[in-house]
């Protein structure tokens, strides 16, 4: 079965780049997990990657396995592909407000006949990240499409609205139509 990891530092804490106050920006960050919660069940089994005592409360509301947060996103990352043993891996960013159970599907498919996929984002980031062996080279941030894409050249891309629109600023999440920030 696959192993989705999702890292999520903080619902108070995350998305600080959104010029809303604490309280509004841990509600989205909320609804952003619960949809990929959701999606994600379609798909395999969902690991969250966090610290926060919130986080892992709904984690454990939901009943979903977790793990501690190691400090950054590649470690993360890399936390979540290990944890998959031999079983392939998938690592899924929760901050996408269109992410639907048949975006990930469409990744699932594609992983297994490529052995491994990578969502872009419209910034240029990497939204989703999946192999079927283990892999080491995690390079988030800015522009870590290109880099996670050199490491893996027979990964299929997949390029879906729900993984290509992430949030990272207000304007992000306005401009996705979402619903989310009211």
């Known amino acids: 079965m696959l192993l989705v990891g999702v890292p999520i530092r903080s619902f108070a804490g995350g998305l600080t780049r959104l010029d809303l106050p604490r309280d509004a920006r841990a509600r989205v960050a909320r609804a952003m997990a619960d949809r990929a919660a959701e999606a994600t069940a379609d798909v395999g089994e969902m690991l969250v990657v966090s610290s926060d005592e919130a986080v892992i409360g709904w984690s454990r509301t939901r009943c979903l396995s977790v793990a501690p947060d190691p400090g950054s996103l590649d470690a993360s990352a ?94 992000d999440l306005r401009s996705h139509g979402s619903r989310l920030s009211e």
């Open 78 to 171: 890399a936390v979540i592909a290990a944890r998959a043993e031999s079983r392939p891996w998938m690592v899924l960013h929760a901050d996408l407000p269109l992410l639907t159970a048949a975006d990930l599907r469409a990744a699932t498919k594609l992983l297994g006949e490529r052995g491994a996929v990578i969502a872009p984002s419209y910034d240029g980031g990497t939204t989703l990240l999946a192999g079927a062996a283990p892999f080491q080279r995690f390079a988030y941030g800015p522009g870590s499409f290109v880099r996670h894409f050199a490491a893996l050249p027979h990964a299929g891309v997949v390029i879906r609205r729900g993984l290509a629109l992430d949030v990272d600023t207000l304007a």
